[in-house]
């Protein structure tokens, strides 16, 4: 290796450091407190939890296998008419935070809420606990099947279902004998996603009381920190282990084929009807109902003139502020997360090998341990820490430090694709031309790589976004982002400003994800049903990884 | 016949137009509009049953979604076609693929992945036999006894071919539709299959289509050949007919290298400037007559200058200029003469054929 090449593989590794430093905190911390590790693991305080936990992804990711795959196999594969309307439809609640969809809940069965005031019902079911959580959960994470499963049906090559009914099968036993043993892997990664996804919640969990492993770990955070730090590490454990699994599961998969023409599509017939109606159910509660009963409450709010809504309007630095440090922080992250991947990206794509996976792996660690895990140890860590260290304590840039270590994970994604995009021998042919590696980098490999890094970079600017409980325990006195206010007026039951500032952060969650992940992925969507004019090679997947779950 | 097929149900047997009877498959005005993008226009087809019919033609020119209607994998938007005299797509009939008793092998194998050879070639057939002795005696055609037990990822792209030709093979379809089989690959592998696959539907006596834009491939492999062009039927006839005789200009440069030599035609002879020849079908007045560059001679003379020397090896064409237009001559070998020399050329073929200018 060259000196260039030791510089290079040194700074990638120190970059990498900040990464594994949640994880290694729990690891150490657990380890010189082993007697309180085991006596937390062996209460019964710790079996409920984690048990709950289990069930709780255990039944969403199942349910949200369910519908993804159903919504996923009508949009890709049946007579369907407007499939890129329903696709982006159906892709469309990942815009909505955990949190906000379980305020959402908890609002339309409030006294006074929609389903009271419209429907006249006067008996108010009670939403929290198991029912509610596994509800949001379902409807707001079924899209990580969706996506992938989608994707693997149209990456499928025709010809092995057009084989099938030529051998006269019919299309269900198409389907179950074809189709499914294809998509498996595909469901399983999604599915292995929402797992995660739920496992890691902590908001609506914790706003629908429903006791689990994140909401037993954010109670003892403060009178029994020893436990919460013991829970943490089986928490994290579980997810690390949950991502392994994902990661292996995503990468078995046929290679694209030529595609030739239209593929066949199943005629829906008499199923047209219930097809139609599974889809509009499924949006209208996913989608429309939570967007409905948070307009709802903020129109009726306002209107009512209720003192929470009229304080949020009549001062508009109300809004504004909050607004503006989302916009603030997240971009300041966003900027932060790419900068520091970049030189890991280089090193794992260029010198691809055990070192540069182990680099990348690390990153990914730090996406797969659970937002409010992370942001509980960089808390322990910098409170425990002497001198300097201890001074981070909230403030601005260990929040920064924490958001890039969780959500890193997606901008390396990106500047991986970003780096592998431009040819290595590009760089060759500026070196030969007697260009010096900073001006080849600016000069050429930077402005190729940008439109996949700041692509990168949106995707963590979204999550950012969207992030409650990492705010939540690191935000700086007095600091307060839409999450957190959203957050704050929910668990003071003030549900016409937790709507306002709810509708605001969906919104900009909403422009984002259409920037980022939806037009790119309908851009690689070939004209859909009108065949002859798909040129080949077109019907690219929209990138499954690109909209990663993120602790709500 | 004496059993129906099951389509028979879906269906009424609709005598077809012309009659086809005893056309194992007949297409009759079959046009389909892709895009705004008229793909097939007026196609009448008819393939006598046993026999194997080559679809020639440049890619693009339609011939794919002339083979997925007839499969029932796209439907036409107008016209009909039959497959052993019952209509299974007209204006108010469509049979579903599944019904039609058609086997397919695609461009590539297709084979299901999850599935071992074994599994893949019982697919078409009926519970009791997927794992029967038909599947051992498909794959036994296909020259693969005792791969059944193997997974299709095991197998390179030459056998995982062949086991997609079994697949279509086994469950005794009435008609078998092959798109490019053996275009994904390399040429020593083409040509053993080739020849391989003619011999499997001939031992089969199977009634096939076989699509493929390579010339060579279609003339071994067809009894009789179409030529299809911008979506039509160019010419329908057997290799020969199609090589000596085109019915017109676009299938004579397609088909085969060319040289469109400017004559001008007396009954049954033109004169052209390699000197005269005879004509197949009498014209008059100024035509281009046909003449394949191994009709062309070359004799002691002077009248053409050599240009350039094309050398293949086993033969070699030699680019001349006779009287001004340019006369591709081929010649076993290599040729005794250097460019800038002087040559006569002599025409030494059979009746060609002209067409008017």
């Excluded at chain 1, 892709?91 to 908890?106: E, M, R």
């Amino acid at each position: 290796m060259t000196w260039r090449g030791v510089r290079a593989t040194a700074l990638a590794v120190a970059l990498t450091v900040p990464f594994a430093l949640p994880f290694a905190y729990l690891l150490v911390r657990n380890g010189q407190d082993l007697g309180g590790l085991w006596g937390a693991v062996s209460d019964t305080r710790l079996v409920g939890p984690l048990l709950r936990s289990l069930a709780l992804g255990i039944s969403v990711a199942a349910a949200s296998a369910v519908l993804g795959t159903a919504a996923a196999w009508l949009v890709a594969r049946t007579e369907l008419r407007g499939r890129r309307m329903w696709a982006l439809l159906l892709c469309l609640p990942l815009v909505i935070p955990s949190f906000v969809g379980a305020v959402a809940l908890i609002a339309a069965f409030a006294p006074g809420g929609l389903v009271e005031d419209l429907l006249g019902i006067g008996w108010l079911p009670e939403v929290s606990g198991f029912k509610g959580a596994f509800i949001v959960l379902t409807l707001l994470t079924y899209p990580y099947v969706f996506l992938p499963v989608m994707a693997r049906l149209r990456g499928l090559p025709p010809s092995l279902e057009e084989s099938a009914r030529l051998l006269g099968r019919r299309p269900v036993e198409v389907f179950l004998t074809v189709v499914m043993p294809q998509a498996r892997a595909a469901i399983a990664a999604g599915a292995l996603l929402v797992f995660l996804y739920v496992i890691s919640d902590f908001g609506a969990v914790q706003l629908l009381r429903y006791d689990t492993l994140t909401r037993a770990i954010y109670a003892d955070r403060l009178l029994d920190p020893a436990t919460s730090i013991a829970l943490s590490l089986v928490l994290g454990l579980l997810a690390v282990a949950v991502v392994v699994m994902e990661r292996r599961s995503s990468r078995v998969g046929l290679r694209n084929q030529t595609h030739t023409g239209p593929p066949l599509m199943v005629p829906l017939r008499g199923a047209g009807m219930p097809a139609y109606l599974f889809l509009v159910l499924l949006i209208g509660f996913a989608l429309v109902a939570p967007i409905a009963v948070l307009a709802f409450w903020a129109i009726h709010g306002i209107a009512r003139g209720s003192p929470d809504a009229t304080s949020v309007l009549a001062d508009p630095g109300m809004i504004l502020e909050p607004l503006l440090s989302t916009a603030g922080v997240s971009a300041i992250t966003a900027l932060a997360a790419v900068v520091i991947v970049l030189p890991i990206a280089f090193r794992s794509v260029r010198r691809p090998g055990r070192l540069g996976e182990m680099l990348a792996g690390t990153v990914v660690g730090g996406f797969a341990l659970p937002g409010l895990v992370t942001a509980l140890a960089f808390v322990f860590f910098t409170l425990s820490a002497p001198g300097p260290l201890g001074a981070l304590y909230q403030t601005l840039p260990l929040l920064v430090l924490a958001y890039v270590v969780h959500h890193g994970a997606l901008a390396l994604g990106a500047a991986q694709s970003a780096v592998a995009g431009v040819p290595a021998r590009l760089d060759d042919a500026a070196r030969i031309m007697g260009r010096g590696r900073l001006r080849r980098f600016a000069g050429v490999e930077l402005p190729l790589m940008l439109p996949g890094l700041a692509a990168g970079a949106g995707l963590v600017l979204l999550s950012t976004a969207k992030e409650l409980p990492m705010t939540l325990l690191l935000a700086p006195a007095g600091f307060s982002t839409l999450a957190t206010r959203v957050w704050q007026a929910a668990e003071l039951a003030a549900y016409a400003e937790a709507a306002i500032y709810a509708l605001v952060l969906v919104a900009i969650s909403a422009v984002l994800t259409w920037f980022l992940v939806v037009r790119p992925a309908l851009r690689s969507w070939a004209p859909g049903p009108l065949p002859g004019s798909a040129p080949p090679g077109a019907g690219a997947p929209p990138d499954r990884r690109s909209p990663e779950p993120t602790t709500p | 016949m004496e059993t129906l097929p099951p389509h028979i149900e879906m269906c009424p047997a609709v005598p077809t137009r012309a009659d086809p009877r005893g056309s194992a498959l007949a297409l009759r005005g079959v046009e389909r509009v892709l895009g705004g993008r008229p793909v097939l226009q007026g196609i009448d087809l008819d393939v006598p049953a046993g026999t194997v019919l080559a679809l020639l033609g440049p890619s693009g020119c339609g011939k794919t979604t002339l083979l997925r209607c007839i499969a029932g994998l796209d439907r036409p938007d107008v016209g009909m076609i039959a497959v052993d005299d019952f209509t299974v797509s007209g204006p108010d009939c469509f049979v579903r693929p599944e019904r039609r008793r058609i086997g397919m092998v695609f461009q590539e194998p297709a084979l299901f992945p999850n599935r071992t050879v074994g599994g893949n070639v019982g697919y078409g057939l009926p519970r009791a036999e997927r794992d029967g002795p038909r599947v051992e005696r498909a794959l036994a055609l296909v020259g693969l006894t005792g791969a059944a037990a193997r997974m299709p990822a095991t197998l390179s792209g030459g056998p995982q071919q062949r086991v997609s030709l079994a697949r279509a093979l086994a469950a005794e379809p009435s008609l078998i539709l092959l798109d490019e089989p053996f275009s994904a690959l390399d040429a020593p592998l083409r040509a053993d299959l080739r020849s391989e696959v003619r011999r499997l539907l001939a031992a089969a006596g199977a009634t096939a289509v076989f699509v493929t834009h390579d010339q060579e491939e279609a003339f071994l492999i067809g009894d009789r050949v179409a030529l299809m062009l911008e979506g039509r039927i160019a010419q329908v006839g057997t290799a020969a007919d199609l090589y000596e005789r085109p019915a017109s200009r676009a299938v004579a440069t397609f088909v085969g290298d060319a040289n469109l030599l400017p004559a001008e035609a007396d009954g049954g002879t033109a004169m052209t400037p390699v000197g005269r020849v005879p004509l197949a079908r009498p014209a008059h007045g100024l035509v281009d007559v046909v003449i394949r560059p191994e009709c062309v001679a070359a004799c002691p003379g002077d009248d053409a200058i050599v240009e350039r020397i094309e050398y293949y090896g086993h033969d070699a064409v030699i680019v001349t200029s006779s009287r001004g237009c340019p006369v591709r001559c081929r010649v076993m070998g290599r040729p005794p003469f250097d460019e800038g020399d002087r040559i006569g050329l002599e025409y030494v073929g059979e009746p060609s054929v002209a067409f008017s200018r």
